[in-house]
């Protein structure tokens, strides 16, 4: 059974840093391209980040760029998120998601973790 | 950046009705249309990909169309656990977008 579970949200002041983890495991993690997606309170789904299987690649919303990093340890089956400079409205739910690209070429998000709160206020 | 627009915003209907969402996309993404199905407090779920495959374990009541710029989302007899919001995406193309969301109602 596939399994994507986040850590690390939480309260954080302006200005101030998270580093969100993602542990998968019932697939093999080292295969696939994993991303982050957001959905502040409320509101609707919005794409933060992207990382290659092999996390060589990597690409990031505008919105965040430059203030958020993606990685992965494929050894740890474990995807991560480095928020810096957080702002109030990074305030949001943070979900990991599985990409998968089948042999038509369709992708999808076939997979979510639960997400994880990461609010920022003073 | 492709946009995709969904409509409308909110549907009202009683379980046993049809419900039809529509998902429209700024530029043509020939089949590579997803749409997925939210709960209060829940995760998105993953119902239909390649605008018209359901994913695995989705009752086939819901059934997807469409190509190019136009989709639609068809939920035939509304069972109580339909109510929720219903999210079309592209990922086809970088970055990947989501629609702003319909909003399936008990009326």
């Known amino acids: 059974e596939v399994q994507l579970v986040e850590s690390g949200g939480g309260l954080v002041q302006p200005g101030g840093s998270l580093r969100l983890s993602c542990a998968a495991s019932?697939?093999?993690?080292?295969?696939?391209?994993m991303h982050w997606v957001r959905q502040a309170p409320g509101k609707g789904l919005v794409w933060v980040s992207r990382?290659?299987?092999?996390?060589?690649?990597?690409n990031y919303a505008d919105s965040v760029k430059g203030r958020f990093t993606i990685s992965r340890d494929n050894a740890k089956t474990t995807l991560y998120l480095q928020m810096n400079s957080l702002r109030a409205e990074d305030t949001a739910v943070y979900y990991c998601?599985?990409?998968?690209?089948?042999?038509?070429?369709?992708?999808?998000?076939?997979?979510w973790g639960q997400g994880t709160l990461v609010t920022v206020s003073s | 950046e492709i946009v995709l627009t969904q409509s409308p915003g909110t549907l009202s209907l009683s379980p046993g009705e049809r419900a039809t969402l529509s998902c429209r996309a700024s530029q043509s993404i020939s089949s590579n249309l997803v749409w997925y199905q939210q709960k209060p407090g829940q995760a998105p779920r993953l119902l239909i990909y390649g605008a018209s495959s359901r994913a695995t374990g989705i009752p086939d009541r819901f059934s997807g169309s469409g190509s190019g710029t136009d989709f639609t989302l068809t939920i035939n007899r509304l069972e109580p656990e339909d109510f929720a919001v219903y999210y079309c995406?592209?990922?086809?193309?970088?970055?990947?977008?989501f629609g702003q969301g319909t909003k399936v109602e008990i009326k």
């Open positions: 990382i290659s299987n092999d996390g060589s690649n990597t």
């Open positions: 995406q592209q990922c086809g193309s970088s970055p990947p977008t």
């Open positions: 019932g697939f093999t993690f080292s295969n696939y391209w």
């Open positions: 998601a599985k990409y998968k690209v089948d042999s038509s070429g369709y992708s999808r998000f076939d997979y």
